[in-house]
């Protein structure tokens, strides 16, 4: 059973929630600002509206200024009013979720009882193609969810600069109830039912990991649409990305989101201004800092904030929350979970017997798991200074004004949280490519650089002479870990760590220069509407 609703339906939903406020027509959400509970796609939604209301008097000064002669002439027929109705409808087009894909299809389980699966996918935009868009299985999982997080995709892509559409995709199951054979069974039934209706394919729509999925579930989707509708595609397997090594995956993906969280954290941990206002010294040595969620963002946030001298002092779990001012070790942690499956007991903390360990004294704060959890009720609670967004949503509009006033520098989700997607573009990239990155300048990198020692050597030898023998040229210890070329790894580290620095710096440019202070979301929000508005305005857009 599929059930397919079009772009034209979704927008006519989306304007039963807006209403025309003075001359301008601008959209806006009523009553939403004053929610600290709104559905998950309106949160999305209000602050979308809160940086267009910002950005939108500039963008028609830009639509105003003719870029050549041509231009100009055929502008003296617009008037300032056009040019405002024009930036307004284009507004209307970049917000609505343009795509929503529902399936249900029979499982037989293993036992031999029948089960309905219930799955979505939502495509917010195609102003960049492919969409591009995780996968999460949880029993809680509906159209309001995945349409939320497609959104935020978008915003999140063109934060960073990766040129797709925003999508999202979940199934309604707890894969803690089913076997392996079970959840590949739907895994493989759900890349069909994507593909028959135009929502999975290297150039359409590219799903990767989210909540409750890895390698293994991206590998059985690969496999299923390559041997069905990609079968005489040679770039069939680009597909998806977060997939095993062995399948066209990209190391380094793994830890990208952490990684991605880590850098984020850097680049405004480090900025005397910043830190300055929330009271702070610069750097990460001897911060605490607590972390909402043990999975891949939080473990790997977790690993990389320890290593930089940050101290874990307490981590919270659906099952167990656990706290230990002295800190907690990382690796220790993981190798308990994984014997164990869960943090309860771990022998290198306590449980926490206060209320909320969200609330507990901390420099830094992490949430890392699901959405609204930082709501007006915690909110004046928090003690932490800097809370970075490591999970989709996690601060409720209501809450984020809180924060602001009580001087928290708020590190936005749809930055901090981009380090997945961007290294997802890189493994799109090299499947297209088919070929890995540096395969073809690892050697010629390796001989460049011993031909440049032997060149220094040279020129020592002849300034100097050869009395008493050659002048040995030694390589520092970081050179001779580099000498040899960069990896596959090394490559993807370090360009996910220019995406996140650039990204930042254009967030910081803009919270000057719009004096939004401590308001980063705001300013982040500003720049993907900012680029994604002039992908629809140079492209020539008209209305229907």
Known sequence: MLRFFSSTISKQTLLKDTRVVNSTSRLCYSSSSEEDDPNFYRMVGNFFEKGARLVEDKLVEQLSEPVDRKSAVSMKSKSLDDQRKRVQGIFKIMRPCNHVLQVTFPLKRDNGEYEIISGYRAQHSQHRVPSKGGIRYAPDVNVDEVRAL????????????????????????????????????????????????????????????????????????????????????????????????????????????????FHGIENFINEATFMSAVGMTPGFLDK????????????????????????????????????????????????????????SGFPGAEPYQGGSLLEEECDILLPCAIEKVITADNAPRIKARIIAEGANGPTTPAADKILQDSNKLVIPDLYLNAGGVTVSYFEWLKNLNHVSYGRLTFKYEREANYDLLDSVQSSLERKFGKYGGKIPVTPTEDFAKKIMGASEKDIVHSGLSYTMERSARQIIATARAYDLGLDLRTAAYVNAINKVFKVYNEAGFTFT
Not at 173 to 192: C, G, H, N, V, W
Not at 316 to 330: L, M
Request: glycine share 14%; aromatic share 8%; net charge positive.
């Open 288 to 343: 605490t800092f607590i972390i909402q969620g043990f999975g891949n963002v939080g473990l790997h946030s977790m690993r990389y904030l320890h290593r930089h001298g940050a101290r874990c002092v307490g981590v919270i779990e659906h099952d167990a929350s656990i706290y230990n001012p002295a800190g907690i070790d990382p690796k220790d942690l993981e190798d308990y979970k994984l014997n164990n499956g869960t943090i």
């Open 150 to 261: 497609a959104s935020l995709m978008t915003w999140k892509c063109a934060v960073v600069d990766v040129p797709f559409g925003g999508a999202k995709a979940g199934i309604k199951i707890d894969p803690r109830q089913y076997s392996e054979r079970e959840l590949e069974k739907i895994t493989r039934r759900f890349a069909i039912e994507l593909a028959k209706k135009g929502f999975l394919g290297p150039g359409i729509d590219v799903p990767a990991p989210d909540m409750n999925t890895g390698p293994r579930e991206m590998s059985w989707m690969a496999d299923t649409y390559s041997m069905t509708y990609g079968h005489g595609d040679i770039n069939a397997h680009a597909c998806v990305t977060g997939k095993p090594i062995t399948q066209g995956g990209i190391h380094g993906r793994i830890s990208a989101t952490g990684r991605g969280v």
